[in-house]
């Protein structure tokens, strides 16, 4: 399995500080605010995904370096702003990290009542599972994403469900990597370090 490479921070956008000053990409981390320079912004956005076939797919730590180059992926993992997860690393970085939603819930459809909109009102952005969005709208009241992948889990064996993807956290945990791609991409959600850890 490759390393995959995941924004960590919530998108402020341009700030333009005045005075002659060039602007920067602001991005807020934990409880502070951090200035991209323009190759920094460029590689954290690349890392939000990459359209392909149609779908949003997780951009690897190799595909990121090609493109951007050594030295500023390295700044941004050295700050915290990408969260590299490889094979077997996945409860590690869940325990970092934090899954915020960044957009409203708009519902199921009378077609695929299993599938849920997450967007703007009467625009879904991005459609998840019922257990994934079940995640993504509860996830940010866990102290990070383990803790919340592990309730989301138990709520689901309480409520009768047995299948393991539903129930057993850390296939709960997988089924969130998989569509963090496309939830980071539409920008209806974003990661954050754990809750109390310093940025």
Do not use: K
């Not at 200035?35 to 951009?59: E, I, K, N, R």
């Not at 409860?91 to 970092?96: D, E, I, L, T, V």
Request: charged share 15%.
């Amino acid at each position: 399995m490759q390393v995959i490479v995941l924004p960590v921070g919530h998108d402020l956008g341009p700030f333009h500080p005045g005075g002659g000053r060039a602007p920067v990409h602001q991005v807020r981390l934990g409880a502070r605010l951090v200035g991209l320079t323009g190759p920094q912004a460029g590689a954290w956005t690349l890392a939000h995904g990459l359209v392909d076939a149609g779908s949003v797919v997780a951009c690897t730590e190799t595909g990121l370096r090609e493109r951007c180059g050594d030295g500023v992926v390295d700044e941004l993992l050295g700050q915290g702003l990408l969260a590299a997860v490889g094979t077997g690393g996945a409860r590690g970085f869940a325990a970092r990290h934090r899954l915020l939603p960044l957009a409203v819930g708009v519902g199921n459809t009378a077609e695929e009542p299993w599938m849920f909109g997450v967007g703007m009102l009467y625009q879904p952005l991005a459609v998840l599972s019922g257990a994934l969005f079940d995640l993504w709208q509860w996830a940010h009241l866990s102290a990070d994403l383990w803790l919340a992948c592990a309730e989301v889990a138990d709520v689901a064996r309480r409520s009768g469900a047995d299948d393991p993807a539903l129930t057993d956290p850390e296939q709960v945990l997988a089924g969130a990597l998989g569509a963090l791609p496309q939830v980071l991409g539409a920008r209806v959600g974003c990661l954050d370090l754990r809750d109390g850890a310093a940025a």
